[in-house]
T-cell receptor
Framework: EAGVAQSPRYKIIEKRQSVAFWCNPI?????LYWYQQILGQGPKLLIQ????????DSQLPKDRFSAERLKGVDSTLKIQPAKLEDSAVYLC????????????FGNGTRLTVT | GQQVMQIPQYQHVQEGEDFTTYCNSS?????IQWYKQRPGGHPVFLIQ?????EVKKQKRLTFQFGEAKKNSSLHITATQTTDVGTYFC??????????FGAGTRLFVKA
């Protein structure tokens, strides 16, 4: 099966600019996750979708981050305006959505904010 | 909020030595998953443990889930250079929300 697709692979922006990341999950996976991984740390869950509904977004900085999964398939994560501390790898993952389903990760987008 | 604590943060071993990483939670977990992330790569699922006291093996890797379902361990026997990477535990905290530990980074010297 095809894996989780993410783009772009790398992005460099200046602070206060905006950026968007795209994710296409594995076909048939109901649940889609966005994680932020800062260098040397574990992935931090930003938002979790079940189909096109939000399950959890408690860790999403909603004043600058937004995410959508309009048709229950692919998803976009946006940052506006970006801050220096947003420099990280943004990982998208998907799963079938039950408690025993492993997460399948994309290659991630490495964001550098200067 | 719910956290899973992982120790050690990093470990250096000589090739052929054993390695163990531990994952602990203050609350009972529904299940625990283990992932491996190679340098520059993304986390890749290794295994899931669900039952109290469960032990699973994958070649040189042994995974255990504690009797109280609050801790877990991953043990690698006779490490190889291909084992290099960061090992994460991830726990379902309820509501199918998967929280990752900080990871243990393994360095293997040939």
């Amino acid at each position: 099966e095809a894996g989780v697709a993410q783009s772009p692979r790398y992005k460099i922006i200046e602070k206060r600019q905006s950026v968007a990341f795209w994710c296409n999950p594995i076909s048939g996976h109901a649940t889609l996750y966005w994680y932020q991984q800062i260098l040397g740390q574990g992935p931090k869950l930003l938002i979790q979708f079940q189909n096109n509904g939000v399950v959890d977004d408690s860790q999403l900085p909603k004043d600058r981050f937004s995410a959508e999964r309009l048709k229950g398939v692919d998803s976009t994560l946006k940052i506006q305006p970006a801050k220096l501390e947003d420099s990280a790898v943004y990982l998208c993952a998907s799963s079938y959505g039950d408690s025993n389903s492993p997460l399948h990760f994309g290659n991630g987008t490495r964001l550098t904010v200067t | 909020g719910q956290q899973v604590m992982q120790i050690p943060q990093y470990q250096h071993v000589q090739e052929g030595e054993d390695f163990t990483t531990y994952c602990n939670s203050s609350t009972t977990l529904s299940n625990i998953q283990w992932y491996k992330q190679r340098p520059g790569g993304h986390p890749v699922f290794l295994i899931q443990l669900v039952k109290s006291g469960e032990v699973k093996k994958q070649k040189r890797l042994t995974f255990q889930f504690g009797e109280a379902k609050k801790n877990s361990s991953l043990h690698i026997t006779a490490t190889q250079t291909t084992d290099v990477g960061t090992y994460f535990c991830a726990a379902d905290t309820g509501g199918f929300k998967t929280i990752f530990g900080a990871g243990t980074r393994l360095f293997v010297k040939a």
